[in-house]
């Protein structure tokens, strides 16, 4: 796969995060984001002041082709603040001229001109947008650009709900751009939201670009009917947390053991500990929250247990790179004897890979679609 990206007569080289040869296939950018640009950077030379924002650049593609002009980058996720960063070093750019702001924190003031990569998770959107009209002023510049195929009339009737007037281009490579005149009125936020589990008696709290939003991923609640007995005191990782059901069920059940909630998500983490505050906040000394490219923080030979409903996509692309890696981390931090506990689709090779990495592997159970697998880490 090509990796340099050419824009305005630069070479850009770039890579997806995290590194492997399954991710060297995957192109990190697209079509859209040269339509952004082609439209953006006219505007920063005829003004280099104008206070950018960049929001939902993946790998960071738009804040490399921006290059050394001043600008801040907004993302939910750990590792695309990993790969902007990357990709800027890589190409010679300096650190100092992209900021870095989480998806649940305030956008910053006095915008003038936004760039956003559209997400397919549409309440994830809307909740951007909703943090736009926090902000932006009528005269503020608001670009966003995707697939042709993903642009139509409901996508276009939230931005003119959230945000103001708006306008879709035609269709050049397969992407259109929409550009939206802010409305200068703040609009009310609709996320984060709280349900009831009733089964459990839990009640979880979701952020807007969180898996499973509004109902339990079926996934996770056939793990939740199989969870591991604990010693007391026992350190488990919930490892791709979510909104953090796993780890709340065990608090609940297992009041003893420690929990550390760990995902990639800014919103995943902030919703587990918002659903640890709403079921058992007397244990809250007990969790730790952390956002992190897997386990990668964590100490080796540190942790009792791994829970965890490995993704197999990242972004539109199905990979299995993101479970190997959880696999590999939970094998470098559990301490000999450490149990790491899945729950994956029947058809997903992951018997094989966890017999191979950590010695054996044991069917815990299985329906007519998921099976749960749990390996014990040699002595």
Not at 224 to 229: A, D, G, I, S, T
Not at 294 to 302: E, I, R
Request: negative net charge; proline residues 4%; contains cysteine.
């Amino acid at each position: 796969m090509n990796t340099i990206f050419t824009v305005a007569d630069k070479q850009l080289q770039l890579d997806r995060l995290p590194l492997g040869q399954s991710n060297r296939s995957l192109q990190a950018w697209d079509a859209a984001d040269e339509l952004l640009l082609q439209q953006a950077l006219p505007l920063l030379a005829e003004r280099a002041d104008l206070k950018v924002l960049v929001m939902h650049d993946l790998f960071g593609a738009l804040s490399c082709a921006l290059g050394d002009y001043p600008h801040s980058q907004q993302n939910d996720s750990v590792l695309s603040q990993q790969a902007t960063v990357h990709n800027r070093q890589q190409n010679g750019l300096s650190a100092d001229s992209v900021s870095f702001i989480d998806s649940v924190t305030a956008l910053p003031a006095d915008v003038d001109l936004v760039l956003l990569k559209v997400p397919n998770n549409h309440g994830y959107l809307r909740f951007m947008l909703q943090q736009l009209s926090q902000v932006v002023r009528p005269d503020t510049v608001v670009i966003a650009a995707a697939k042709a195929k993903d642009i139509h009339k409901n996508l276009l009737a939230i931005f003119e709900q959230e945000l103001g007037a708006t306008q879709a281009s035609l269709a050049q490579k397969k992407c259109r751009t929409i550009h939206c005149t802010p409305r200068g009125t703040a609009r009310a936020f609709t996320y984060p939201i709280q349900w009831e589990l009733p089964d459990y008696q839990l009640t979880l709290v979701n952020h807007a670009n969180v898996f499973a939003k509004e109902q339990l991923d079926i996934g996770a609640r056939f793990l939740l009917e199989h969870l591991p007995v604990l010693d007391a005191g026992a350190l488990v990782a919930d490892l791709g947390c979510g909104n953090g059901v796993l780890g709340v069920a065990l608090l609940k059940q297992q009041p003893e053991a420690r929990v550390i909630f760990t995902d990639d998500s800014y919103m995943a983490v902030a919703s587990s500990k918002a659903s640890v505050e709403a079921n058992v906040p007397e244990l809250i000394a007990q969790a730790e929250f952390r956002t992190d490219d897997c386990l990668a923080s964590q100490a080796d030979q540190s942790l009792d247990y791994v829970i965890c409903n490995p993704p197999f996509h990242q972004q539109q692309a199905v990979t299995e790179h993101i479970a190997w890696q959880m696999f590999n981390d939970a094998k470098r931090c559990l301490k000999a004897g450490g149990k790491l506990r899945i729950v994956a689709n029947r058809h997903l090779p992951y018997y094989e890979k966890m017999t191979v990495l950590l010695g054996g592997c044991r069917h815990i159970a299985s329906n007519n679609k998921f099976v749960i697998l749990e390996s014990t880490k040699r002595k």
